[in-house]
């Protein structure tokens, strides 16, 4: 799972130690090497009502799309929802989100 240790590791503005996610189990949020379709679909709803108040959902999704992270709910979004955006959406969001840079290769942080 490269790109969760990668991801995790270079959040260093902070944002995300005020996220929801931080108080849960972490095991809501990625899935495990092997699970069914109906656990899979349970397991991402819960993680999904868990971002739904999530003080930083935008810059949680924001930097989910920006460093390209494959897999886990980011934002409310599984990695199936994140592929499903257009690069036209991904850039508005990028654009409307003045916390995280978005710019190709920029870094995650402010």
Known sequence: MPDRVNAT????????????????VEHLF?????ERQGARMRREKAAKRI???CPVLRECLTYAL???VSHGIW???????????T????DHLCRSN??????PGADARR
């Open 9 to 24: 590791a270079t959040l260093a503005d902070g944002w995300h130690l005020r996220a929801r996610c931080r108080i849960t």
């Open 30 to 34: 990625f899935a495990p090497e092997v």
């Open 51 to 53: 971002c739904v108040d």
């Open 66 to 68: 920006h460093a390209g």
């Open 75 to 85: 934002g409310g979004m599984s990695e199936k929802d994140r592929r499903s955006l």
């Open 87 to 90: 690069s036209a959406s991904a």
């Open 98 to 103: 003045a916390t995280v840079d978005c710019r």
